[in-house]
């Protein structure tokens, strides 16, 4: 006779009828496959019936709630630093496509409207001073460290995300 392991489980639970605590312990005894099955589940009852329950902490949910709220604070101060670094590049690029504007404009039509020209020959000549020769290695200078700051900020985060959900 076959016999499930839900059956043998509920054997060794205790809950069946006499009839079927009769018929489970005969095919014990006659078959060595049903016994050995048998014998592991009684050993695996064994053992979790040894295991101790483990407990929450008391102010569990709200350790789990404050985590979550540091990291939804942390996602709010990196967004506001990649919008201000990112704001800062746009004007960056800003300054750039004025720059070449001013050149392509300066070069290409000389009989322009000569309010134009001047205002785009200052613009012109703001952005070249600003990315002149001298200049440029401040630029890139800054440029860098706040690429260095960016990425220890991100850094710092990713390490702070780790801790915050393997604890």
Known sequence: ???SDE??????????????VK????????SPEVKSRYMALVSSDDMLR???????????????????Q???ALAKQQKRFLFVVL???????????GFIFYQVISLSAPESNQVVTDYSKDVGNY???????KNISVFG??????????????????????????H
Not at 23 to 30: A, Q, T, Y
């Open 1 to 3: 006779m076959n016999i």
């Open 7 to 20: 059956l043998l489980n509920d054997f060794i639970d205790g809950k069946l009828e006499t009839d079927e």
């Open 23 to 30: 018929f489970v312990k005969e095919s014990i005894e006659k």
């Open 50 to 68: 040894k295991l101790e329950s483990e407990t929450v902490s008391l102010n569990f949910t709200q350790t789990v709630l404050q985590k979550i």
């Open 70 to 72: 540091r990291r939804k």
């Open 87 to 97: 704001s800062f590049l746009g004007f960056i690029v800003l300054g750039i496509v």
């Open 127 to 133: 952005f070249s001073n600003l990315f002149g020769k």
């Open 141 to 166: 200078s800054v440029l860098s460290f706040i690429m260095l700051v960016s990425a220890y900020f991100f850094y710092e985060f990713q390490k702070k995300s780790k801790n915050n959900f393997t």
